[in-house]
């Protein structure tokens, strides 16, 4: 359900506040501990932030598309790390089941992932499987009244936290491709399910990742996503776009603090005698950055409102993506340029600006796999 503009003005000048009085100042200490304080945890909690997509009806804030992206545009603005952190409840780990789940599965899980109180991490990768998510091999043997899994699913987020996973697992062996795929939802603690060590990331820290291996992991039947075998990547398709849309707001609230950031430093530090900001080569590099990330902006909010409306926007989301991705790692590395040496030295943050964006041109589908997508439904449409 859509917001009235008073309510949806207090939720987004609130997430505001939040970011830039409570985040924005510990983004260095997240950084150095690589955890994120319990109390802003609880924080988070409170303000409905793992609910933003899951529907009242079981605790969520129901948002719209459009109103789900002003909400990470303004989280986009502080590391990712803590967008991170209510990233998978929000889209791809509780979508599955928003879209596709039973009544019961809706019941049983939504309301503790609105609160927060329950985490939960979407397991499709695998060491063989990446950008070809359909060839993977984790498989569900059916014994009984339950299934066995077994197979390896790689760099899962917030894995470490997770209280349940959506996992997709070949159901029927003889298919090689997507058809024969389900999507399960797993609770931790099963017997069989286990974690690798967290893996060390190039930059998000703050954020975790690991491994999640399934040993003659046994889970009931009614434990598959709609309760029918073979939809599951069907599942995991729909719930990529709306994903795409929420990555490509944070990429654009990035883009703004990275903006923000450098026109400071550009007015603070002066060279040959007046400020930097008045040199025109500087000047480019701005203007190019503005240019762009309003660019990236009116895409994702003009795509938000066609979803909104009903309309198939995979096409479009998958633009917004392969755009507010690269854009953003252009405007980081023009941040770091307009901080000269300031730029490659830690204290000052940009690098780790620059290094923790680098993630978005290559999850939820690498640049490569949206322009295959793009181009692919372009070519599909054009034959009719
Ligand atoms: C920090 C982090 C968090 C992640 N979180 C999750 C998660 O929560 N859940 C989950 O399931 N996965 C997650 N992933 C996995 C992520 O989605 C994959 O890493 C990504 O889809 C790419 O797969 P890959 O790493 O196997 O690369 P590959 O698929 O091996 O790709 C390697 C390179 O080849 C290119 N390439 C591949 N195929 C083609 C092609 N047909 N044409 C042109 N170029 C191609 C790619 O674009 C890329 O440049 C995460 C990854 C990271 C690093």
Do not use: W
Not at 256 to 285: D, N, T
Request: aromatic letters at 6%; a negative charge.
């Amino acid at each position: 359900m859509a917001l009235d503009n008073e309510t949806l003005e207090q939720l987004i000048g609130t997430v505001r506040r939040f970011v830039r009085e409570r985040l924005v100042p510990l983004e260095h200490q997240i950084a150095e501990n690589d955890a994120i304080p319990p109390e802003i945890i609880t924080e988070m909690r409170q303000m409905g932030l793992f609910g933003l997509s899951i529907p009242e009806a079981y605790g969520g804030l129901e948002l719209s598309m459009q109103e789900e992206v002003l909400v990470a545009l303004e989280l986009g603005y502080t590391s990712p790390a803590f967008r991170s952190l209510i990233g998978t409840n929000n889209g791809i780990g509780s979508q599955g089941i928003i879209i596709d789940g039973t009544e019961e599965q809706k019941q049983k899980y939504l309301p503790r992932m609105a609160s927060g109180e329950l985490v939960v991490s979407f397991a499709l990768t695998e060491p063989e499987a990446g950008s070809d998510a359909a060839s993977l091999r984790t498989t569900a043997r059916r014994d009984g009244d339950s299934y066995v899994i077994n197979g390896t699913k790689r760099f899962i987020t917030n894995a470490p936290a997770a209280g349940l996973f959506t996992v997709f697992a070949r159901t029927d062996p003889e298919s090689a491709g997507a058809k024969g795929v389900s999507a399960f939802l797993v609770e931790a603690g099963t017997p069989g399910l286990s974690l690798g060590p967290m893996d060390r990331k190039m930059g998000q820290r703050g954020a975790h990742t690991c491994d999640v291996i399934f040993r003659d992991c046994r889970v009931p039947a009614d434990a598959i996503i709609g309760g029918k075998e073979g939809q599951g990547f069907k599942t995991a398709m729909k719930v990529l776009d709306r994903g795409r849309l929420h990555m490509s707001a944070v990429c654009v609230g990035a883009a703004r603090r990275l903006l923000e950031e450098s026109l400071r430093y550009a007015s603070e530090r002066r060279q040959f005698g007046k400020p930097i900001v008045e040199f025109q080569l500087v000047q480019a590099m701005i203007a190019d950055s503005r240019a762009e990330s309003y660019a990236a902006e009116c895409m994702v909010k003009e795509t938000a409102r066609r979803k909104d409306a009903g309309l198939d926007v995979s096409t479009d989301a998958a633009c917004c993506k392969m755009y507010a991705s690269e854009m953003v790692g252009r405007v980081a590395d023009r941040a770091v340029q307009i901080h000269g040496g300031a730029g490659y030295i830690a204290d000052y943050g940009i690098e780790r600006f620059y290094r923790d964006v680098r993630l978005f041109r290559i999850y939820e589908g690498t640049t490569q796999i949206q322009q295959i997508l793009i181009a692919r439904n372009l070519a599909r449409d054009f034959a009719h």
